[in-house]
């Protein structure tokens, strides 16, 4: 039981670190990505590969990840970014499709369908993070400095030129801020942020397959910011958590078929995504004025 | 030969795309509404044509105008009941996308519920194939999908040329405070929008239910072709989204002749990424704002 909660704990910071790293761009720069998945699995087979041939250390995996997410955001902001929002979107989805073919087609480095199994232990200064509760506090600590950076840059100039960015465009690149830049600085730091929650979780699970890294995770993973609160620090986090403990609050609910819970999950999210649009915008903990993120 | 064979697949395979993103087109292109669920009326379409055709039997002609009711009733029924009351506060584009992907994502759990999560199928005479000279093999289906798509470009084509709600719908997507300014209702015209825009996807699903069968998960691949279909052909123009739908069905069965079929899928999205680098405002369209 407590190794199923430390599980699940562990489970939480990680989708928390792809929450927050999401929010960064949703909440606050106003874009909106569906590739999160990718990115997220990108980094999962980077760390894999890594630690399979090079070295198990988070020291060494991280920053490769994290730096390979960076560089491969470019691919889908250059283009887009240029244009207007909805060409982002688009332009995310697709790559988020020819990750996922990557994924499962490129069979000698990533093993296909059946993908990499048997990842080794993770190793943080030499010591190595055999149980679940020293992975646990990685995790956290991970998830704390994410949240923190994120909460530090959202302060700086960077981030209110994004927050400006976001409210009015046209009136920040009148003020003589490169829009352009901007965006595409704030999508190779939120793709690098996402590389963490990767490799932890390549090591976590010891194994990677593509079904992790499809579009639907993609929306999972938005669905924790919506449902928490876009251009909130811990709504992404509350998210996460509700996200991750509904499944494990369904099986207490002994009247629902067993078979189905898979889809009630799914169906009481995306229910909940369409209720919260039309009635709470915001998100949970999200400011009540809509107006603030949301319409521009 | 194979060449000429993956050809005339890629003509039918395109027709069908040709449908499906020419549906999407006019709703977004009239109303700006990211019709995700697009690919839900798709899916509808299927799993309705056959319940009917297939489990009670009825037959086939009956059984596709029912679904085919059930698409225009869905898409209807979104506008007024999900779209709208977001719009009422200004909604972003993004918040109606989200609500939208989160119907897809309940309909497609509740076809898995009650339908299975399995590929479901249905037989007809029609499937059979025929050779037409030297070895080429085209099936009825193929033949009647393309000629559906020639019929019903043609109808659409006099339709926003001619009619009054045509006219009013092309104004729609041009400039809606002008629309409003005719005494127009952009409401009502939204309306048509989805009406029309989910019957052209029917066509496009019962033949490829036929064709290929059908998955309840099918729906995210039928929107992201006809999105990618769209602005590949300019978004705005319904004869660019032909044409883009076109393009991607003969280039995803061309790229069989030289890769592993698993990529094929990728090769869409590929071209959609160059044509955003290259050329947003896409193959017709002229209004690429940034």
Known sequence: ????????????????????????????????????????????????????????????????AMAICAALSLVISLPSLRVRGEYFVVA????????????????????????????PVATLFGYKLRSLGSMLTVSLVCLALVTL??????????????????????????????ATAIKTIAVAISSALCGIAGVLYAFHVSFVNPESFTVDASVLIMAMIIIGGTGTVFGPILGALIIHLLPAGLTY????????????????YGAAMVLLMIYRPSGLIGRSNVKDTWTR | MLFLQLLVDGLQLGALYALMAVGFAIIFGSTRVFHYAHGTTYVIVGYVFFYL???????????????SAAAVVFGVALDRFVYRPIQRDEGSFFTVFVASFGIGVVAENLIIIFFGASFVSISTPLTRVSDIGGGIVVSYLGMFSVLVAVLLFTFLNWFLAKTDVGVALRALSENPELVRGFGLNP?????????????????????????????????????????AASIIGGIG????????????????SLAVWKLSTGWSEAVSFIILLAFILARPSGLFGTRARV
Request: glycine residues 10%; hydrophobic residues 55%; aromatic residues 10%.
């Open chain 2, 237 to 252: 123009s319904l004869r660019g989204a032909g044409f883009g739908g076109l393009i991607l069905g003969l280039a995803e």
């Open chain 1, 149 to 178: 950076v994120i909460y530090v840059l959202v302060r700086t100039s960077f981030g209110r030129n994004l927050k400006a960015i976001r409210d009015n465009e046209v009136a920040a690149s009148a003020f003589g801020k490169n």
């Open chain 1, 1 to 64: 039981m407590v190794g199923y909660i430390l599980n699940l704990l562990i489970l939480v910071s990680i989708s928390g670190i792809l929450a927050g790293s999401l929010n960064f761009i949703i909440g606050y720069a106003g874009i909106y990505s569906m590739a999160h998945a990718a990115f997220f699995g990108v980094s999962a087979y980077t760390a894999a590969l890594i630690a399979m041939n090079l070295s198990t250390s988070l020291l060494v995996a991280i920053p490769a």
């Open chain 2, 187 to 227: 409401r009502k015209l939204s309306q048509y929008a989805f009406a029309i825009g989910s019957l052209l996807v029917a066509p496009a699903a019962l033949v490829a239910t036929c064709v290929t069968g059908l998955t309840p998960s099918a729906g995210h691949r039928v929107v992201l072709i006809s999105i």
């Open chain 2, 53 to 67: 055709a297939e489990r009670l039997a009825l037959p086939w002609w009956l059984a596709a105008a029912i679904a």
């Open chain 1, 253 to 268: 609910l002994t009247f629902l078929p067993a078979r189905e819970l898979a889809s009630l999950q799914q169906i009481i």
């Open chain 1, 92 to 119: 995310s989805l697709g790559l988020q499709q020819i990750a996922f073919t990557v994924f499962s087609e490129w069979k000698d480095v990533t093993g296909g369908l059946g993908g990499i199994t048997g990842v």
